[in-house]
């Protein structure tokens, strides 16, 4: 098992910058990547941005640009470096893990608001 705890969210104005971290523990050896997830009040989970164990990179069109997905190892954490954030960017963040053999995990949640 994995267990996923995320922290960072709060309210931030239009045009500011958050950053959401996610720490990892348990069976962490076993995950193959991570991604943050976020849902707005209404409306589906829609996945922000994934990165591989590679390293590799893939981003919502609507964040591309503006929000930075990393991953330190070493901690093993992922963390989600939002900017120029606006109002449509007001969501539930979640990070989630995908094991090698499918199982997926995911965190509380944190709360993101951007608003004037």
């Known amino acids: 098992q994995v267990q996923l705890v995320e922290s960072g969210g709060g309210l931030v104005h239009p045009g500011g910058s958050l950053r959401l971290s996610c720490a990892a523990s348990g069976s962490t050896f076993a995950i193959y990547n991570m991604s943050w997830w976020r849902q707005a009040p209404g409306q589906q989970r829609e996945v922000v941005a994934t990165i591989g164990g590679g390293g590799r990179t893939s981003y919502a069109e609507s964040v591309k640009g503006r929000f930075t997905i990393s991953r330190d190892r070493a901690t093993n954490s992922v963390s989600l470096q939002m900017s120029s954030l606006n109002p449509e960017d007001t969501a539930v963040y979640y990070c989630?893990?995908?094991?090698?053999?499918?199982?997926?995990?995911w965190g509380q949640g944190t709360q993101v608001t951007v608003a004037a």
């Open positions: 989630n893990a995908l094991l090698g053999d499918n199982r997926e995990y």
